[in-house]
């Protein structure tokens, strides 16, 4: 299988973020989307995508987990600059999205409202909307610095199948409806792990990733 394979990958590590062309709005409206995109798919290319459009944000910054505390013990989770490098991947050049290896760069585990900080030095006018799925969205209450967080960012919750939304009071919030996308990084392991095709579950470029570095091989 051959597709496209794109250079910028490790230019991430220094560049952290990339902005679209075109003159500054201000405020700018921007969108994170974090999560351990083990791997990165559709759910979150569309999640994104929809978001971006249906707010009329400026940007949406998928940001990968260096480590995902909630998840750790539960699993084997792939090395993060592997699961950065399969999210660049995944964006490629699609206006208004893009990738930011900013929690790989901090280090340690990754918390929303430090990363919000390290986010709002490059961008310090913009306001912060954190993009989660209706499954996240129900678990918020559980995350680091909350009291903090309330006042960084608005939530934007997405529809997911198999999670009921429940608003989540005490924040700022909106709900974007989005086509539902049954597909999920666990589906994804396991499919790889049982020798299933993935084919346009996520984009080209992921699965010549997961292909070259034998990930997923055992349902861990
Ligand atoms: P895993 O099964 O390993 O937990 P995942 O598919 O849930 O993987 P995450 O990286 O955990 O992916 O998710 C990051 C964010 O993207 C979360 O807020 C999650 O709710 C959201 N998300 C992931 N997949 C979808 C989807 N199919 N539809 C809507 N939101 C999604
Ligand atoms: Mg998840």
Redesign the pocket.
Known sequence: MTCVTYSKVFALMTAMSTTPDGPPKTPRRVGV??????P?????L??ADQVLHALSLDEVILVPANE?WQ?LGSRQITPAEKRLAMTVAAVGDVDGLSVSGIEVEIGGPSYTSVTLDALADQHPDAEWMV???????AGLNTWHDTERLRTQATIVV????G?DFQPPSGWRWELVE?P????????L?RRVAQGHSIQFLTPCAVIEHIREWGLYHSDG
């Open positions: 989307l974090g999560g351990t995109f083990d990165p798919h559709l759910g979150h569309v999640a995902p998840k993009i989660v799925g209706a499954d996240a969205a997405v529809n997911r199948p999670a989005i539902s996308i049954g597909i999920s990084g666990t589906g392991r």
